[in-house]
């Protein structure tokens, strides 16, 4: 069994991000993950989008750390050369009725701390968008769009150069807990593998999964997860818009919006679809349903050209008809169980949180070690 100063269970952006942190802060880390590359699931599955933190309810930490792991994010690609563009978005309504959800929305960006929102006429929106179909929007120039998996690559590659070891093809199977610390079992296998006096668990869709394998959790501080599938739709032809395009927001979700990647191609969703197990499928079925939402922000989109894309699932706290839950950070305070950390409910705007979320955490760890000692 081998001693280390961390493990990080998950290699997801986050589960990346932390580990980077945890390694450059002179811990050896040992990332744990179960599949045989990093980021193959929600991160792997998502929009690519680097959210502004408008959304998010004052004092929450998603717009807490979204505001600030954007600010980051931004950062850290210029540094990097992570491929990413700053094109900015569109909020739009596409009724008068729906014009009290931007005024929603505006307050909402205040209070998160998010103050360049832009209010636009239709008139003003088609000077910029001429294809998009709206009454009013705002102009958010703070959201961009990243290379996740270059992100990804580039975190990974910092972690290893401050020493961090990346352990792919090891499914968790058993955490116990020992006089080193928290010892990690793989494969099922009796003896552990890797051990050490902090643990992070940040495994996204099955972070709840690895937290009941700790022992001495209790489960009550173990939340509900909920799986909302999003499909999306890719479009073949070129695309008329230059920025992101969002309807005003549906419950689970910001709406089937249209998003472009760094090539400038088109797709359109997530939807939101509640589901029971992890199950990636995308329906051909719902086209009508994709091409309905799509023109109303193109009318004169060839529906011929829209087609199955991909799916990803967000890893909810919250169900259908309750209010959207906020990302939680458990440590000791709340579980009692010194050196544990458990991510849940990690759902977007994860990938713009990354950085800060692995900040809040390397913070809360050292913080914790500092009192024991």
């Known amino acids: 069994m081998q001693a280390v100063g961390a493990i990080v269970v998950g290699a997801g952006v986050v589960g990346l991000a932390v580990a980077r942190a945890l390694a450059i802060a002179g811990l050896e880390t040992v990332i744990v993950e179960g ?20 959304y998010y309810p004052k004092g929450s930490l998603k717009a807490s750390l979204c505001v600030e792991g954007r600010h980051e994010l931004y950062a850290y690609c210029r540094a990097r050369g992570v491929p990413h563009r700053q094109c900015g978005k569109l909020i739009f309504a596409h009724t008068a009725n729906e014009t009290g959800e931007l005024d929603k929305i505006a307050r909402s960006a ?118 909302a599938r999003g499909v999306y739709f890719s ?54 349903k994709f091409y309905a939402a799509a023109r109303r922000i193109w009318p004169e989109i060839d529906p011929e050209r829209l087609r199955p894309g991909f799916a990803g699932i967000r890893p909810k706290l919250s169900g259908p008809g309750e209010p959207a839950a906020d990302f939680v950070i458990s440590g000791e305070s709340e579980h009692g169980l010194s050196g544990l950390i458990n991510l849940f409910g990690i759902e977007s705007p994860g990938l713009t949180s990354a950085l800060a979320i692995a900040r809040v955490v390397r913070e809360m760890l050292l913080s914790d070690a500092r009192v024991a000692a």
């Not at 990093?38 to 599955?45: I, Q």
């Not at 972070?207 to 489960?219: I, K």
């Not at 998003?259 to 990636?280: C, H, K, M, N």
């Open 35 to 54: 599949e045989s590359h990093f980021g193959t699931w929600t991160s792997a599955r998502n929009s690519e989008v680097i959210h502004a933190g408008i």
């Open 110 to 227: 205040v209070d998160a701390g998010v103050d360049d929102l832009v209010r636009l006429s239709g008139a003003e929106v088609s000077t910029m968008e001429p294809a998009l179909n709206s009454y009013e929007a705002l102009l958010s120039p703070s959201t961009g769009i990243v290379d996740s998996h270059a992100f990804m690559q580039s975190l990974l590659a910092d972690a290893e150069a401050h020493g961090a070891i990346y352990a792919a093809d090891s499914a968790v199977t058993r955490i116990s807990r020992q006089k080193e610390g928290w010892a990690i079992h793989v494969g099922g296998d009796d003896e552990p593998v890797v051990v050490a006096p902090f643990l992070v668990n940040s495994a996204g869709l099955t972070a709840h999964a690895v937290a009941g394998m700790v022992e001495g959790l209790d489960a009550a501080f173990i939340p509900p997860l909920h799986y």
């Open 235 to 288: 479009y073949s032809g070129a695309s008329p818009f230059s920025r992101l395009i969002y309807p005003v927001p549906e419950p689970g979700g910001l709406g089937t919006h249209l998003t472009l990647d760094l090539a400038g191609q088109i797709r359109f969703g997530p939807d939101v679809e509640w589901i029971s197990a992890i199950d990636y499928k995308v329906d051909p079925n719902r086209h009508g």
